[in-house]
């Protein structure tokens, strides 16, 4: 992942722990909304195309975010990861329905798989959105708003790490195989 990749993933997330221990909860609302959408426009401009991941995840924030502000309640902010989860994790399964695999879409151009080895990685990735939406749900209903933005910040952040370690034995193996 180049700097500038990792500035534009990860840097919101950072302003957005770092502002709400500084501040509270919803002045860093309104930061993550800015710095997501400024870090789509940088990544836009910088890479020269539409980076539709980032872009659908910049709406999800400025949208529950955007409802955050309005109505002076975390509660949207915090439910944002689980419906995004839920989302992703839906998307995958009814594009395998469809027989359309999107993860194969986003990422074809990376990873060399066999069409059995797409499938089993897109179930996977579907059942770890799966895995983040619950612990978003436990998260945010028995910790304090700090403590999830925490977990928000390093504990869905830990599970997506180990999900991608996690997944390179099926690349492996399907390279190998295949």
Do not use: Q
């Not at 990860?10 to 502002?19: D, M, S, W």
């Not at 309640?73 to 990861?81: G, T």
């Not at 933005?149 to 180990?162: Q, S």
């Amino acid at each position: 992942m180049t700097r500038t990749r990792a500035l534009t993933e990860y840097g919101p997330l950072i302003l957005f722990f770092v502002c709400n221990l500084a501040f509270g909860i919803m002045p860093a609302t309104g930061v993550l909304i800015a710095a997501t959408v400024a870090a789509v426009a940088w990544s836009m401009l910088h890479e020269r195309r539409v980076p539709w991941l980032p872009i659908v995840g910049a709406v999800l924030v400025s949208v529950f975010g955007g409802l955050t502000l309005v109505f002076d309640d975390a509660f949207f902010l915090k439910i944002k990861p689980t419906v995004a989860s839920l989302l992703f994790a839906a998307a995958l399964l009814i594009g395998l329905l469809l027989r359309r695999n999107f993860l194969k879409s986003v990422l074809g151009s990376m990873i060399e798989l066999d069409e059995r080895s797409w499938r089993h990685l897109t179930i996977y990735w579907a059942a770890v959105f799966v895995v983040m939406a619950v612990a978003n749900e436990f998260a945010w209903r028995s910790l304090s708003t700090d403590g999830w933005v925490t977990f928000k910040a390093f504990g869905l952040t830990g599970i997506a790490v180990l999900a991608s370690i996690g997944a390179a034995p099926l690349m492996r193996g399907a390279r190998r195989n295949g």
